[in-house]
């Protein structure tokens, strides 16, 4: 019993270590992104585009992340009379706690965040005898959500999903705009502690 005993104590011993090795002290990453924007005019529009992340980690299974995305949306269409062009472009930029609950220690990494901000959206319509008009907002962003990280190499991880409700304000005195948005892509850990 007392073997047993003493077994289990060096094994504890060394592998507490081991565990708080497996903790990046940075992480950064991109990918791409999806949005599904609802518009002022209580429509919804699909938007792709991009997004880049980032974490520092701060305490145990707490990290303070941050992300900036740009999302498009382009149409273009053609009559007998006019043809139309139009683009609508979102960029947001956040900041936010991000918690890893399971830690980094597994294959699979699981997270959770929530990130508050600021978005920009512009507007560009350019109709064929007519003159262009272009608006743009800037106003306060929250999201909330998370997304799992699967490990292949010992610094990189791919971004299996990430799943966020958002809600922005980019219009003053208008109602909030529930949005949601995914994204994949690549991790890079640096500095493992």
Not at 5 to 29: R, T
Not at 67 to 81: D, F, K, L, M
Not at 85 to 91: A, E, G, M, Q, R
Not at 106 to 125: D, E, P, R, S
Request: positive net charge; charged residues 15%.
């Amino acid at each position: 019993m007392k073997n047993l005993i003493g077994l289990f104590i060096l094994a504890l011993i060394f592998c507490v270590p081991a565990m708080a090795q497996d903790v990046p002290k940075y992480e950064i990453g991109g990918g791409v992104a999806y949005r599904s924007f609802d518009q002022f005019s209580g429509t919804r529009i699909n938007m792709g585009g991009w997004a880049a992340y980032g974490d520092y980690h701060i305490w145990r299974f707490i990290n303070v992340a941050g992300e900036i995305a740009g999302t498009y949306n382009r149409n273009s269409s053609s009559g007998s009379v006019n043809k139309t062009n139009s683009s609508t472009d979102i960029y947001s930029f956040l900041v936010g706690p991000q918690l890893y609950p399971f830690g980094h220690a597994h294959k699979i990494t699981a997270f959770a965040h929530v990130l508050f901000g600021g978005g920009y959206y512009t507007n560009h319509v350019n109709q064929v005898g007519f003159t262009p008009f272009s608006i743009s907002y800037f106003g306060p962003v929250w999201m909330g959500g998370g997304g799992l990280d699967w490990k292949f190499r010992e610094h990189w991880s791919i971004r299996l999903i990430q799943a966020d409700y958002e809600q922005t304000r980019l219009l003053s005195g208008a109602p909030a705009q529930t949005n949601y948005r995914a994204s994949i892509g690549l991790v890079y850990r640096f500095r493992e502690k």
